[in-house]
């Protein structure tokens, strides 16, 4: 690893992701029916306000027949006058995914899948947290919280669950094992809806710290991607008692400021081409999202095909992987189908669109009350893994710049921004070797 010293232009360029916070990419009624302990109250050990209830997914089936109700009556516009996606989603790729939808996809398989790991709520900070915990039948597993991103849930990371914490069915060895936490964010998903303001990254990230205390873990560690990786970023500067490491796969906040990063080696020069190509053509939702939320949330609630072209039209390689799933029937690696339905389902029978998208409005308030000011340096060991189809692929440089504390970086070869999602072994083996050096 090349030390790099905290010199006035790093220090600026910190300033300078602050203010930009994190880049990411990422009602119906709703039923959840929380199962009772066989005493009726909370786990001993705790109070009733800090109790952590188990929790099962019981979507109406009448939420169900108007879900496709509302697709069958979709206004559709007439097809796009380019033959990329410049002017956005395309209209054979949302017809397709609508076909697909309605007439073939099965949401109970998803709930099945769900109900199947051990879900749970608690209430931290006012906000009831919704989370997945999978302990490893593997004695020194090592605790993982996981935190995914917009327009992520936990559906995202599902598929990483075995390799993480059974490894030794996956290729790995028992001393790779890890008990796994899998929080669904603030407004996304089966958690609740903040109800005031001040949700921002470094809120979460504390209620994070709150969330494995609670859990009983003294030693963990963190992972994230897109707003996953704003967290984790956040949980690593504020360096909580019992954090030993984290790892990301995204730096947050610096496509925005991405000029200002060196561009003198090929890879360098390439991450800044993609950088700027997503500020000038693929910043549109997050500009809305920063600024309107409010906006936006309506026709995401209101609309499931809103909703579906909205979450789609993200960055480029992961809009065509996803197009190519519903219009030629080739996924790219478990970005399926049902695996992309599963997660804007999961958007709509929770209406959580306007809650999720009000994330980027909080990160644009905060960043704007630090604008000019250097954030505390990550006190723990750093771990980054670059995936080649991510926004931009960030060169070991640009990460060392951000993170002068790195203690494990790979660039693999395959994957792109949804990496858990699409490479779930892959990025289960990235973790397991980020986090290797952490397990004495």
């Not at 936990?154 to 069915?169: A, F, R």
């Not at 947050?252 to 993609?274: H, I, N, T, Y």
């Not at 996924?331 to 809650?355: C, E, Q």
């Not at 009000?358 to 893994?385: D, H, L, M």
């Amino acid at each position: 690893m090349t030390a790099i010293s905290a010199s006035p232009t790093r220090r600026s360029l910190l300033a300078g992701s602050a203010a930009t916070g994190a880049v990411s990419l990422l009602p119906m009624h709703f039923v959840a029916a929380r199962a009772q302990s066989k005493q009726g109250g909370p786990p001993s050990g705790t109070t009733k306000a800090d109790a952590i209830l188990p929790f099962r997914v019981n979507v109406r089936g009448e939420d169900l027949a108007d879900l496709r109700r509302r697709l069958a009556a979709t206004r559709w516009p007439t097809k796009e006058l380019v033959e990329d996606r410049s002017q956005g989603v395309q209209l054979a790729t949302l017809r397709a995914l609508a076909r697909y939808w309605s007439t073939e996809y099965d949401w109970r398989k998803c709930e099945a899948r769900l109900n199947a790991l051990p879900q749970f709520t608690t209430v931290i900070d006012g906000v009831k947290i919704h989370f997945i915990h999978v302990k490893s039948r593997h004695e020194n597993a090592l605790p993982l919280i996981m935190t995914h991103g917009w327009p992520g849930s936990v559906i995202e990371l599902l598929d990483t669950v075995g390799p993480l914490t059974d490894p030794t069915k996956y290729g790995g060895t028992p001393d790779d094992a890890f008990h796994l936490v899998l929080p669904s964010l603030p407004g996304y998903g089966f958690s609740g809806e903040p109800t005031e303001l001040g949700w921002d990254t470094a809120r979460i990230a504390r209620a994070w710290a709150v969330l494995m205390d609670r859990l009983g873990y003294t030693r963990y560690v963190a992972q994230g991607g897109d707003v996953g990786a704003a967290v984790t970023d956040a949980m690593g500067r504020q360096a909580p008692n019992g954090l030993l490491g984290i790892h990301v796969n995204l730096l947050a906040g610096v496509a925005a400021m991405s000029d200002k990063l060196p561009a003198e080696s090929k890879k360098e020069r390439a991450a800044q081409k993609a950088a700027a190509t997503f500020r000038a053509s693929g910043f549109g939702y997050f500009l809305e999202q920063s600024t309107r939320p409010q906006t936006i949330g309506y026709s995401l609630l209101d609309s499931p095909l809103g909703l579906a072209s909205w979450m789609l039209d993200h960055d480029t390689d992961s809009y065509y992987k996803i197009s190519r799933a519903f219009v030629e029937g080739k996924p790219a690696g478990n970005l399926t189908r049902d695996s992309i339905l599963d997660n804007i389902t999961l958007y709509w029978l929770t209406g959580t669109g306007a809650s999720a998208a009000r994330w980027y409005w909080e990160a644009g308030q905060a960043a704007a009350r630090a604008a000019g000011k250097s954030p505390p340096a990550v006190a723990v060991p750093v771990g980054f893994t670059t995936f080649p189809g991510e926004i931009f692929a960030a060169p070991r440089s640009w990460v060392e710049i951000m993170y002068p504390g790195l203690a494990y970086f790979s660039e693999v070869e395959r994957g792109g921004h949804f990496a858990a999602w699409e490479e779930p072994k892959l990025f289960s083996d990235e973790v397991r070797a980020a986090f290797r050096s952490l397990r004495k």
